[in-house]
Antibody, heavy 119, light 110 residues
Framework: QVQLVESGGGLVKPGGSLRLSCVASGFTFSDYYMSWIRQAPGKGLEWVSYISSSGSTIYYADSVKGRFTISRDNAKNSLYLQMNSLRVEDTAVYYC????????????WGQGTLVTVSS | QSALTQPASVSGSPGQSITISCTGTSSDVGVYNYVSWYQQHPGKAPQLMIYKVSNRPSGVPDRFSGSKSGNTASLTISGLQAEDEADYYCSSYTTSSTPVFGGGTKLTVL
């Protein structure tokens, strides 16, 4: 069965960095677009970034552009999010999600990893 | 890209039908049939309920249906059940080649 398992979250000071990972199993990872989507405590969902199946196409939300970098290693069935210059407002649960294809949403989500940015 | 507009809350009694609206613009909902809906129970990851406006993934009950008119998409849940109580989010692809979410709607089953 499809599984997405995130890791790498934790407590970091403003201005710090963190690298999130998402390991996929149960499907051919290299065939799918992947996204990072976050949810601040008590708030709604916010799309963060997506990467195409080959890694050649990448987009970011304006709120993270220039600070976050998405990448993937298809040989390791893994998705990453390098987060630099973290701000208090980046505090959220970060989900990795599989793109359903054709811009038609995300059909599988991980359980999420909590990132807390605080001094 | 501004968030899509959803009502903050809706409620209904068991067995009734409710509809949640999702209003966007001619740069997202109005121009693409790439609207999806997600259900999220407290402490859980979101689950895809509807994709491409009105399509249900396998395993989603046919009580859930989606539609779109102009810049507004809608999710209808008929025969409301207690387990439908959750937060619901819409999402749409946009002319910026990025997706956008709605602010979310809390459904209360009375």
């Amino acid at each position: 069965q499809v599984q997405l398992v995130e890791s790498g979250g934790g407590l970091v000071k403003p201005g710090g960095s963190l690298r999130l990972s998402c390991v996929a199993s149960g499907f051919t990872f290299s065939d799918y677009y992947m996204s990072w989507i976050r949810q601040a405590p008590g708030k709604g969902l916010e799309w963060v970034s997506y990467i195409s199946s080959s890694g050649s196409t990448i987009y970011y939300a304006d709120s993270v552009k220039g600070r976050f970098t998405i990448s993937r290693d298809n040989a390791k069935n893994s998705l990453y999010l390098q987060m630099n210059s973290l701000r208090v407002e980046d505090t959220a649960v970060y989900y990795c999600a599989r793109g359903r294809g054709g811009n038609s949403g995300w059909d599988y989500w991980g359980q999420g990893t909590l990132v807390t940015v605080s001094s | 890209q501004s968030a899509l507009t959803q009502p903050a809350s809706v409620s209904g009694s068991p067995g009734q039908s409710i509809t949640i609206s999702c209003t966007g613009t001619s740069s997202d909902v109005g121009v693409y049939n790439y609207v999806s809906w997600y259900q999220q129970h407290p402490g859980k990851a979101p689950q895809l309920m509807i994709y491409k406006v009105s399509n249900r993934p396998s395993g989603v009950p046919d009580r859930f249906s989606g539609s779109k008119s102009g810049n507004t998409a809608s999710l209808t849940i008929s025969g409301l059940q207690a387990e439908d109580e959750a937060d619901y989010y819409c999402s749409s692809y946009t002319t910026s080649s990025t997706p956008v979410f709605g602010g979310g709607t809390k459904l209360t089953v009375l």
